[in-house]
């Protein structure tokens, strides 16, 4: 396993729209181990492969406070959206930035494991946001999307003058 680079908002890469993955095989299964492994490392509660440079629809999740509940999903697609809850995010792409953003209440989820077995799942809570926040990523999508125009620009002079700080 390997510790992956993430990309920083507002990387263009980030709005890069992920493809398919044809195969579940074993770059894709190690693909998984490194991303968790990153995700773990940063700490974070979830990581695209966008975030990484990857351009395939795989994410990793894990919501658990013991860090247990690792959850791959291949191809995930959100079957159906249900009630709105508004939460603060955050985002290992766009790192000390939380923002209050709206999503579904409820989501039902299908998505292939790390043996390219499909399978579905609901979703509610914390896990239903991390899923649509994720699941976003893939589709070219940053948490910071959903903000003003004016919120937008803040984040990125805030994490522009703490990359100056930081260089």
């Given at each position: 396993m390997a510790l992956l680079p993430i990309l920083r908002y507002p990387d263009p890469k980030l709005h890069r729209v992920a493809a398919p993955v044809a195969a579940v095989d074993a770059g894709i299964r190690k693909l998984v181990a490194d991303m968790?492994?990153?995700m773990y490392e940063a700490p974070g509660i979830g990581l695209a492969a966008t975030q990484v440079g990857a351009l395939v629809r795989v994410i990793v999740i894990d919501v658990t406070e013991d860090k247990t509940g690792l959850r791959?999903?291949?191809?995930?697609?959100i079957l159906e959206r249900i009630g709105e809850q508004v939460c603060e995010?955050?985002?290992?792409?766009v790192p000390g930035i939380y923002e209050k953003?709206?999503?579904?209440?409820r989501v039902r989820v299908a998505a292939l494991n790390t043996e390219g077995e499909r399978f579905e799942f609901e979703a509610e809570g914390l896990l239903?946001?991390?899923?649509q926040h994720e699941i976003d990523h893939l589709d070219g999508k940053v948490f910071v999307d959903y903000l003003s125009p004016l919120k937008?620009?803040?984040?990125?002079a805030k994490l522009a003058k703490r990359a100056r700080v930081t260089a």
């Open positions: 968790a492994e990153t791959a999903l291949i191809n995930p697609e995010e955050g985002c290992l792409s953003v709206a999503r579904a209440e239903a946001v991390c899923v937008q620009g803040r984040i990125k």
